[in-house]
């Protein structure tokens, strides 16, 4: 029981870790600078490191869920 639990938290940590550098990476194509206000460099930053992490974190649970769902089908027959 304790080594599936280990599995599952390497697969989160995983998932996460992947969806993290999609985000940032598919983010970069986009053209924040137009938003920002000269001279903000470090706000502009985190800003993004922060829309990033949200994203990531909410793709990620999105996959995770429905990789949780669809392993529980079983149950229904």
Same mark, same amino acid.
């Given at each position: $029981? @304790?080594?599936?639990? #280990? !599995?599952?938290? *390497?697969?989160?940590? @995983?998932? +996460? *870790?992947?969806?993290? #550098? $999609?985000?940032?990476?598919?983010?970069?194509?986009? /053209? &924040?600078?137009?938003?920002?206000?000269? #001279?903000?460099?470090? !706000?502009? /930053?985190?800003? @993004?490191?922060?829309?990033?992490?949200?994203?990531? =974190?909410?793709? =990620?649970? @999105?996959?995770? =869920? +429905?990789?949780? +769902? =669809?392993?529980?089908?079983? +149950?229904? &027959?």
């Amino acid at each position: $029981m @304790f080594q599936f639990e #280990g !599995q599952e938290a *390497l697969l989160n940590l @995983f998932v +996460y *870790l992947l969806f993290l #550098g $999609m985000t940032w990476w598919a983010l970069l194509a986009v /053209r &924040f600078d137009t938003f920002i206000k000269k #001279g903000k460099v470090i !706000q502009a /930053r985190i800003l @993004f490191i922060l829309v990033t992490i949200a994203i990531a =974190s909410l793709v =990620s649970n @999105f996959f995770l =869920s +429905y990789l949780k +769902y =669809s392993t529980q089908l079983k +149950y229904l &027959f």
